[in-house]
């Protein structure tokens, strides 16, 4: 599985991003999704994951209640709607698979990522 991130860019506090990521090759559809983010000097840190058909959805804490999680697999696409935006949101944010259709908050579990899509929450 190739993915692509995009949806990135600038936002002030209290606005919204949706980030996408399009995944290639037939094994999207049966492959857990994550999204994880990094931080200028920061760890990679779990955001948010999605079991292979949407039916089952997992938060980091520090964004649970203002980002959803979802995927449309007819599109290959897993999506990110962050709501609320906190200037301690900025990060680099990666789309990840796994092959299991199972969701994952471990980074180690994932066997595909994205190159990363930028965003920034100014105060």
């Known amino acids: 599985v190739q993915l692509q991130a995009s949806g990135g860019g600038l936002v002030q506090a209290g606005g919204s991003l949706r980030l996408s990521c399009v995944g290639s090759?037939?094994?999207?559809?049966?492959?857990?999704m994550g999204w994880f983010r990094q931080a200028p000097g920061k760890e990679r840190e779990f955001v948010a994951t999605i079991n292979w058909n949407g039916g089952s959805t997992d938060y980091a804490d520090s964004v649970k209640g203002r980002f959803t999680i979802s995927r449309d697999n007819r599109k290959t696409t897993v999506y990110l709607q962050m709501n609320s935006l906190k200037p301690e949101d900025t990060a680099v944010y990666y789309c990840a698979a796994r092959r299991s259709l199972v969701y994952s908050r471990y980074a180690p579990d994932y066997d595909y990522w994205g190159q990363g899509t930028l965003v920034t929450v100014s105060s």
């Open positions: 090759g037939r094994t999207f559809s049966t492959s857990a």
